[in-house]
T-cell receptor, first 115, second 108 residues
Framework: SAVISQKPSRDICQRGTSLTIQCQVD?????MFWYRQQPGQSLTLIAT?????????ESGFVIDKFPISRPNLTFSTLTVSNMSPEDSSIYLC????????????FGEGSWLTVV | EDQVTQSPEALRLQEGESSSLNCSYT??????LFWYRQDPGKGPEFLFT???AGEEKEKERLKATLTKKESFLHITAPKPEDSATYLC?????????FGTGTSLTVIP
């Protein structure tokens, strides 16, 4: 399996501030994904981050609000900008591992509460 | 339209009372079906991958099966520590689809 470390695991943020979430994988992967999971709901894909190219955002998510970096094959960051209470959610980093049957593995999640 | 539906939304079992969770799907091409366990406030933990109808995978008290239209996660003699939300997801090759999960509570 792939081991994915995310930090912070949890934070309380002030409205209007920005927070960057880091995701480190224990092996090189091409495809990395960022998801959001709001309380009591399923996962929603924010964007796909491939090394060496700009992230591809899903409908309803924009780069100005959720800038993503992917500097190499083991690391990515997601910034949640100008936060509002509606951004309170668990943010999840995930990777697809082709040699493990294209299984998606998830990090532990970053639980953000905006006050 | 590609779609994944999990049922029931919530399930309460007595310790030792076996049951099954369902994941039904309509997708144009299945490249893999995945089951995950998710504890509150944490990321999903990978359990199983199934690729073709008739395939089965087992791990401790859990067994996952797959048909052409649905997958079941069977829980045999569950314990309180099995309480969690169980998610299924599908890979069509172009996209991953996630169900909304079944919240399982096992009462001692």
């Amino acid at each position: 399996s792939a081991v994915i470390s995310q930090k912070p695991s949890r934070d309380i943020c002030q409205r209007g501030t920005s927070l960057t979430i880091q995701c480190q994988v224990d092996s090189q992967v091409t495809m990395m994904f960022w998801y959001r999971q709001q309380p009591g709901q399923s996962l929603t894909l924010i964007a796909t981050a491939n090394q060496g190219s700009e992230a591809t955002y899903e409908s309803g998510f924009v780069i100005d609000k959720f800038p993503i970096s992917r500097p190499n094959l083991t690391f990515s960051t997601l910034t949640v900008s100008n936060m509002s209470p509606e951004d309170s959610s668990i943010y999840l980093c995930s990777v697809e591992v082709p040699k493990l049957g294209n299984t998606i593995y998830f990090g532990e999640g970053s639980w953000l509460t905006v006050v | 339209e590609d779609q994944v539906t999990q049922s029931p939304e919530a399930l309460r079992l007595q310790e030792g009372e076996s049951s099954s969770l369902n994941c039904s799907y309509t997708v144009s091409g299945l490249r893999g079906l995945f089951w995950y366990r998710q504890d509150p406030g944490k990321g999903p933990e990978f359990l199983f991958t199934l690729y073709s109808a008739g395939e089965e995978k087992e791990k401790e008290r859990l067994k996952a099966t797959l048909t052409k239209k649905e997958s079941f996660l069977h829980i045999t003699a569950p314990k309180p520590e099995d309480s969690a939300t169980y998610l299924c997801a599908l890979n069509t090759g172009n996209q991953f689809y996630f169900g909304t999960g079944t919240s399982l509570t096992v009462i001692p």
